[in-house]
């Protein structure tokens, strides 16, 4: 099946800075990777994704960029606030019934 | 939020007995999920329905069951809760509206404690 690997597991950045979150999978046949953000105690929410005959997508401040030669994606964050600070989770989705394989995790703390 | 519910929203248990936990969409969305989300695991695949009465096992279905009898319905049932099963549990539908717009939503979750 698929797996997803993601990095780094915590970051922490200055406010005003840009964050990177890394993910790479392993099934070729993946073609749709979406992010999604969880604030504590909070439901995952989708911020941004992105599918596989696209390199790029932009939603303000947030981006992903898609390699599908090398298997990886990329969230990155510019302009970094104190709200953005949550846990991200990137997803790759393959085969049959659109199931998702999530990554583990990354927490990103932005300090003021 | 496309919809989603989910009950209880807490809950308390002891080990051995069984739990049914329910998911409940307005939109009548084919597919829905069943995830458990645990510290350093982040989120893992229980079960999905792809229709009424149509469920397949994900990566860590053991001592997991569901049923879907209608759309808008999906529950999970822990025949005989375990300490190892207290975690928080999403429920998931992927929209299908069309446009290559589909993607998963979440509900809010439950939070289950096996004592």
């Known amino acids: 099946g698929e797996n997803v690997e993601q990095h780094p597991s915590t970051l922490s950045v200055q406010e005003g800075d840009s964050a990177v979150i890394k993910c790479t999978y392993s099934d070729s046949a993946s073609n749709y990777f979406p992010w999604y953000k969880q604030e504590l105690g909070k439901r995952p929410q989708l911020i941004i994704d992105?599918?596989?005959?696209?390199g790029e997508k932009k939603d303000q401040r947030i981006a992903v960029t898609l390699n599908k030669t090398a298997k990886h994606f990329s969230l990155h964050i510019t302009e970094t606030q104190p709200e953005d600070s949550a846990v991200y989770f990137c997803?790759?989705?393959?085969?049959?019934?659109?199931?998702?394989?999530f990554g583990k995790g990354t927490l990103l703390t932005v300090n003021p | 939020d496309a919809g989603i519910t989910q009950s209880p929203r807490h809950k308390v248990t002891e080990t051995g007995t069984p739990v049914t936990l329910r998911c409940h969409q307005t939109e009548n969305h084919r597919y829905m999920y069943w995830y458990r989300q645990d510290p350093g695991h982040g989120l893992r695949l229980i079960h999905y329905?792809?229709?009424?009465?149509?469920?397949d096992k994900g990566e860590v279905s053991d001592g997991y069951s569901v049923s879907r009898s209608k759309t808008e319905d999906f529950l999970l049932t822990l025949e005989s809760a375990t300490s190892s099963q207290t975690s928080v549990y999403f429920c998931?539908?992927?929209?299908?509206?069309?446009?290559?717009?589909?993607?998963?939503?979440f509900g809010p979750g439950t939070r289950l404690l096996v004592l």
């Open positions: 992105i599918r596989s005959n696209v």
């Open positions: 998931a539908i992927r929209s299908d509206y069309g446009l290559g717009q589909e993607t998963q939503y």
């Open positions: 329905s792809y229709g009424v009465k149509d469920t």
């Open positions: 997803a790759a989705e393959g085969g049959s019934n659109y199931k998702l394989t």
